[in-house]
């Protein structure tokens, strides 16, 4: 699915989009901001979204250098913050992805301190972009709702509460010039099927996340491609 014959004359097709050559050669370093769906809780390490985009990339003939991955289970917007701000990182990412929310939404905490915090966190992205707002992507929250975890819960109110954290993501995401992908349409569609679950019941599995990466990568070679 992921092989693609080359352009007579070109050495750089992507082959998840076949229709943009890859010219961007500067060397790439990624840098990851989330939580447990960051990391990928409950799947091998490579098969989390960065990791599996990182790949991609590279098989798409980008100069990949480096992935960062700051994220960890259970952690809300301010947990975020507050790990980034400690971090050792480079100055200037080239690629920064963040996915962040859900243990807010989860926690009941107010969704006014959540924007706050969201706000921070954007433009810290932003900023380790060298201001290149166009390299930064805010992924929508998934919906823990359909998953087997939230049996005996109020399913529709959870849905309510991520759609409402999600137009704050979408919105700001506008305000400052960065790029917003919805994965959360489609992983309600598929989120609590087998083949598309971890063990956990709860996280996606290297399948699921294998469509995050891909509609990730598509991005990213689309901001390349026109010069962002």
């Known amino acids: 699915m992921l092989i693609a ?9 992507n082959p998840i989009n076949p229709g943009i050559t890859n010219n961007f050669t500067d060397s790439i370093n990624y840098l990851a901001l989330g939580d447990s769906y960051t990391i990928g809780t409950s799947v091998d390490a490579a098969d989390s979204y960065p990791n599996q985009t990182f790949q991609l990339l590279k ?10 991955i700051i994220a960890k289970n259970g952690w809300t917007a301010d947990d975020l913050k507050n790990g980034l701000a400690s971090a050792d990182k480079k100055n200037v990412y080239q690629v920064v992805t963040l996915l962040i929310g859900v243990n807010n939404q989860y926690q009941g905490r107010p969704i006014k301190d959540f924007e706050t915090a969201f706000v921070s966190l954007l433009q810290s992205a932003i900023t380790l972009t060298g201001n290149k707002s166009k390299r930064v992507f805010v992924i929508s929250i998934p919906d823990w709702g359909i998953t087997p975890f939230a049996s005996g819960r109020d399913r529709k109110e959870i849905a309510t509460e991520i759609d409402n954290y999600n137009l704050i993501c979408e919105k700001n995401a506008k305000i400052y010039g960065a790029n917003y992908i919805n994965i959360t ?40 491609a026109s010069g962002g």
């Open 5 to 13: 014959c080359s352009k007579a004359g070109s050495t750089n097709v």
């Open 59 to 68: 098989g798409a003939k980008f100069n990949m250098n480096s992935v960062k």
């Open 185 to 224: 349409d489609a992983y309600r569609l598929d989120g609590n099927k087998p083949d598309y679950l971890s063990y956990d019941g709860l996280h996606p599995s290297k399948l699921e996340y294998t469509k995050w990466a891909i509609k990730l990568t598509q991005q990213i070679t689309n901001v390349f």
